[in-house]
Structure formats: structure tokens, C-alpha cells
């Protein structure tokens, strides 16, 4: 996915929830205000619809588009969205895995990662059923022709049942491991034992995100918000990457369905720590 040559768009189609798990940066109350975990505010507008995300989304063929949330498989644009996409595009989804959207073929040809992600918290009250059954939506997806892989948020009190579970998961699937980010409270200062087990766990598929704000990574410059890398809104507006969406003076670059890309990615000034890993993209060129 990280070779794609075109266009990467990373697209929350909606920040709502069906889960409310202890470590998630965002919540989205029922009004459609969305606060995060660095105190950032937004009030969201209509969740644009299948239609015209093709509409707004085709100016910029070929792209790669991954979507996140939210859970974004609550989103009643993600079937066809995906079903019909153009010629030479690609997508990603992260989902916990509640829902399947009804994929057809194209769907599954397309899709270049279809990463389920494993609350443990959940697992914790639903147990072996709870891993029953999302272990039978990765089988469903897999036979569709999906590539699954799992993703596993690991805070040091959930640490021993992940140590129970990943090393079943990974007999037949990728696992991705990261330790939880931006938690209240949580210092990884005082649990480095847990920390070096978690990597451990992990091994080539541990992703390592910050752990605070201050141990985020900042540039003077990046690309974000032009040709190589950009994020949207479920209400369509664009923002130069997703750390903008923690950032309490955001950076809008307008909305979706007049915002044009530039002619060429340029470094701009970056003013906004990288929070997240896929927004590490944006600091280097095209190719480079």
C-alpha cells in the first residue's frame, strides 16, 4: 500500500461509535459535536453520502482510500462507495468488525488491507464468543478475497489477555500491536516491563506510536494537504493530514466538492506535531 503511485486520501466517513472503549482519542455526542483527546472541538456537519463522495472523489483517480472512524462501517456510504470504485484506485478499511457491508467482487479486488481491529475490553465481557465471532467475519472476508489482518490497542492492564489471544490470531493472520496512545493517566515511564513485553508480542508487526504529545515527532515542513496526502471530514471538508484533527487551530483547506489539488507537492510549514503514523507520509515526496 505504501507504493501506491497516486493520490493516498485517508477518509473518516464518520467518527461515530458503536463502542466506547477507555482509550479512544475521540467522542462524538449525539448533537455531532466531536471532541478529542487534546481538547480539540468540532461540530459536524451531514455525513455525505455514497453519491457524492464518487462525485467529489473522482477528480483525484487514481487514489488510495482508507477510511477509519469512527467505526466506518456505520457509515451507509462504505458499500457502494467501495463496489464501484474507478479503474486503477485502491482502499483500506479499519473496522472493528461489528458490521459487514455488502461487498461484491470488485470490492474484494480492490481492497489492498481489511484490518479488523480486537478490543480486548470487549473481549473481556464477551469472551471466547466475542473472539468466536470475529474470528468468523475474518474467515467471511478472507473467502471474499479480502486481505484480513488484525490490530490489537494494548494498555498495561490488558496486556495478559492480549498475551492469551495474539499468539492464537497470529498462527493464521498478521497482528498488529501497538501500545494505547494519549491515554489519561497512562504513563509508559512506569511500566517500561509491560512495554518490552508488548514488543515483544508484537515483533515485526509492533507499530509505535507516541506516547504523549511531547513525544510526538514534528517538521518544519511536509507535503500534507496536497498531491501525495490529504485527509476528509465525514462532512466533506478537507484538512491538510489527520493530526489536524486534534490541533485546536486546525488547518482547513476547504470542502471536498470545490477544493482542488495543487499542480505539484510542495513543502509547507508544519505546525502541528505528527500524531499519528499515517500522517508520517506527508514529509517526504512522492517516490522519494
Request: one cysteine or more.
Amino acid at each position: 500500500m505504501a507504493n501506491f503511485d497516486g493520490t493516498h486520501i485517508l477518509l473518516f466517513p464518520t467518527f461515530r461509535c458503536n463502542y466506547r472503549c477507555s482509550y479512544c482519542v475521540f467522542h462524538q455526542d449525539s448533537t455531532g459535536c466531536l471532541k478529542t483527546i487534546t481538547g480539540s472541538e468540532w461540530h459536524i456537519g451531514p455525513e455525505l453520502s455514497a453519491a457524492e463522495w464518487k462525485q467529489h472523489l473522482d477528480k483525484f483517480k487514481p487514489y488510495l482510500l482508507e477510511m477509519s472512524g469512527g467505526e466506518p462501517t456505520l457509515s451507509e456510504a462504505i458499500p457502494e462507495l467501495v463496489n464501484d470504485l474507478p479503474d486503477g484506485c485502491k482502499w483500506a478499511i479499519t473496522s472493528n468488525g461489528t458490521y459487514l457491508p455488502d461487498y461484491n467482487e470488485r470490492a474484494a479486488k480492490t481492497c489492498g488491507s481489511y484490518t479488523l481491529s480486537f478490543h480486548l475490553e470487549y473481549f473481556k465481557k464477551g469472551g471466547k464468543q466475542y473472539l468466536t465471532d470475529l474470528v468468523g467475519k475474518a474467515v467471511e472476508l478472507k473467502k471474499q478475497g479480502f486481505p484480513v489482518a488484525f490490530t490489537f490497542v494494548i494498555t498495561p492492564e490488558l496486556l495478559p489477555m492480549a498475551e492469551a489471544v495474539v499468539p492464537i490470531l497470529q498462527k493464521d493472520w498478521p497482528v498488529n500491536i501497538h501500545p494505547a496512545a494519549f491515554v489519561v493517566g497512562l504513563n509508559w515511564d512506569k511500566h517500561r516491563d509491560e512495554l518490552r513485553r508488548i514488543k515483544k508480542l508484537g515483533g515485526m508487526y509492533y507499530i509505535e506510536y507516541p506516547m504523549s504529545l511531547a513525544d510526538c515527532m514534528q517538521f518544519e515542513s511536509c507535503t500534507a494537504g496536497g498531491r501525495s496526502y490529504f485527509f476528509l471530514m465525514p462532512d466533506g471538508r478537507v484538512l491538510r493530514c489527520h493530526s489536524q484533527v486534534f490541533s485546536q487551530h486546525h488547518q482547513e483547506l476547504g470542502h471536498i466538492s470545490t477544493w482542488q489539488l495543487p499542480e505539484t507537492d510542495e513543502f509547507i510549514p508544519c505546525e502541528w506535531p505528527h500524531m499519528v503514523a499515517c500522517d508520517d507520509r506527508s514529509t517526504k515526496k512522492r517516490g522519494k
